[in-house]
């Protein structure tokens, strides 16, 4: 037997607490079934069309460089990028917009960055982990508030020191359903805070060409913040931080994941471009809407069991890892790939299985998928 040191004694006891709990995380390649559980919902990843703009473009310009060589502030800033930013920032309606290679590097870098000591920042209790990072790496007063809960919000605005920053999501990224921004603005603007608001779910789905709900609601000029992810309904890899010049140059400055990382790929941030050409040239808010439509028609008499969302995320609850684990793998053996969402992913008794739904999802397909849950459930 090997002779354990204390990391490895620390490792396999921390290890054995998650397989005990039945929340041990793996990898796995599972593209073989039709998807319900990716973020790629209007199909942009494996979009023929997409493939072939970038590819085109990629023609012309033979010499283009694999790697970016350096950070932006070194050797990684090209025109082609600043260009992006600027296309970026007008069709959302904002001053500015800076790119960062992941949402997690945005929210990191935003959050570490820009809250202070004696400042405070008041979280959405489901807000996405990366928010939550960033702002455990400030010095700021951190509190969270009651999800979705306005009175909640109020109280601990009430209580706050300092500038004051609001974060929320437009849509929650593990329930699906959507904030409060009109009223989550109007609370902001009383207490003087900074409303931030994580688009990841949003961007590409709702508002006009995919702007996202800020756009939809015409709240653009009373958000002090938005970040925008490629990782999702883009298909791409990437994420945007939307706000004035100031806060761009404040996060070239200060933001310790921009400042410390190799920008991403020419390839990449072309793909994000040709994303926005895709979404500019068709209709997919119309085509992912009637998806979402029609599985909440055809799941009428178990909709009950989902978190209320008008959003491609459906969430069936399922209380405990073992059963969410054992229901996902019995719909995975009948053909549709879904995945448990366990605890320490969501709150205990929140398990769930999270359907996404896709433009790509025939009504063939979502039928049957919707035929077995009402036989299981
Ligand atoms: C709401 C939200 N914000 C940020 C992120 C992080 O984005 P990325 O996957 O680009 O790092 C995610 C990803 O799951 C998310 O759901």
Not at 113 to 119: A, C, K, M, T, Y
Request: hydrophobic residues 40%; negative net charge; contains cysteine.
């Amino acid at each position: 037997m090997a002779i354990l040191t204390a990391i490895d004694q620390y490792i396999d006891k921390k290890l054995a607490e998650r397989m005990q709990a039945l929340s041990l995380r793996s990898l796995a390649d599972n593209h073989t079934l039709p998807d319900f559980c990716s973020n790629d919902y209007l199909g942009f990843s494996a979009s023929s069309e997409l493939k072939e703009m970038i590819n085109s473009f990629l023609s012309s310009f033979p010499d283009y460089p694999l790697g970016s060589t350096g950070s932006r502030l070194i050797s990684g800033n090209r025109h082609f990028t600043e260009e992006l930013e600027t296309e970026i920032a007008s069709f959302h309606g904002s001053g500015s917009s800076l790119l960062f290679n992941s949402g997690y590097d945005a929210n990191l870098g935003l959050f570490s960055s820009l809250p202070q000591r004696g400042d405070t920042i008041i979280v959405d209790e489901l807000a996405h982990a990366s928010i939550i990072d960033g702002a455990r790496l400030s010095y700021a007063n951190r509190y969270t508030f009651r999800h979705n809960d306005l009175q909640s919000l109020e109280d601990k605005l009430k209580a706050a020191k300092g500038n004051i920053y609001i974060a929320v999501e437009s849509i929650y990224s593990m329930d699906g359903d959507e904030a409060p921004l009109k009223a989550l603005a109007d609370l902001a603007d009383t207490y003087g805070a900074a409303l931030i608001v994580d688009e990841a779910h949003a961007t590409g789905i709702f508002g006009w060409q995919g702007r996202g709900l800020i756009n939809h609601y015409g709240l653009q000029s009373r958000i002090f913040a938005r970040v925008i992810t490629y990782g999702k309904a883009l298909g791409s890899h990437g994420a945007a931080i939307l706000g004035n010049n100031n806060l761009k140059t404040y996060l070239i400055n200060f933001a310790r994941s921009f400042i410390y990382s190799t920008a991403a790929s020419f390839h990449s941030h072309l793909s994000i471009k040709m994303a926005y050409k895709m979404l500019r040239e068709s209709d997919f808010q119309n085509e992912i809407r009637s998806r979402i439509v029609f599985f909440k028609q055809e799941a009428d008499p178990v909709l009950t069991k989902f978190i209320p969302s008008a959003s491609p995320i459906q969430s069936l609850l399922v209380t405990g890892n073992e059963n969410a684990q054992k229901l996902a793998s019995e719909i995975r053996a009948a053909g549709f790939n879904v995945r448990p969402i366990l605890y320490p992913a969501v709150p205990v008794d929140k398990e769930r299985i999270r359907i996404c739904l896709h433009t790509f999802n025939s009504e063939k397909e979502i039928s049957s998928l919707v035929t077995l849950l009402k036989e299981i459930l």
